[in-house]
């Protein structure tokens, strides 16, 4: 059993930055990040493959957010840039058991542990 943690979430203004940090991120392991507004679907952030570090964004968020991990810290981190309001939701990070090398998921139902996630709010 993994129990993750997310951390690093706030209110911010429109057009700053937040960085988020998910533990553990045990190694060879491929992990996400997903978040949800109000309502049923929890909608694909970003992933990370176990081995090698590929890399995966939703087409709507490539360029302002950055998914990466560290080993020696043991942490999944997103980087955050330029925020928008309808960046607002619960961001949770998750990992899948049973991971194949450079393999990233971008479906929620792809991962086994999920973290109990962080509240970012973007005000205009």
């Known amino acids: 059993q993994v129990q993750l943690v997310e951390s690093g979430g706030g209110l911010v203004q429109a057009g700053a930055s937040l960085r988020l940090s998910c533990a553990p991120a045990?190694?060879?392991?491929?992990m996400g990040w997903f978040r949800q507004a109000p309502g049923p679907e929890r909608e694909f952030v970003a992933a990370v493959s176990g081995i090698g570090e590929t890399a995966a964004y939703a087409d709507a968020l490539q360029g302002r957010f950055i998914v990466s991990r560290d080993d020696a810290r043991n942490t999944l981190s997103l980087q955050m840039n330029n925020l928008k309001p309808e960046d607002t939701a619960v961001y949770y990070c998750a990992a899948r058991a049973h991971s194949f090398g450079t393999s990233y998921y971008s479906a929620a139902r792809d991962y086994t542990y999920w973290g109990q996630g962080t509240q970012v709010t973007v005000s205009s």
């Open positions: 045990p190694r060879h392991t491929a």
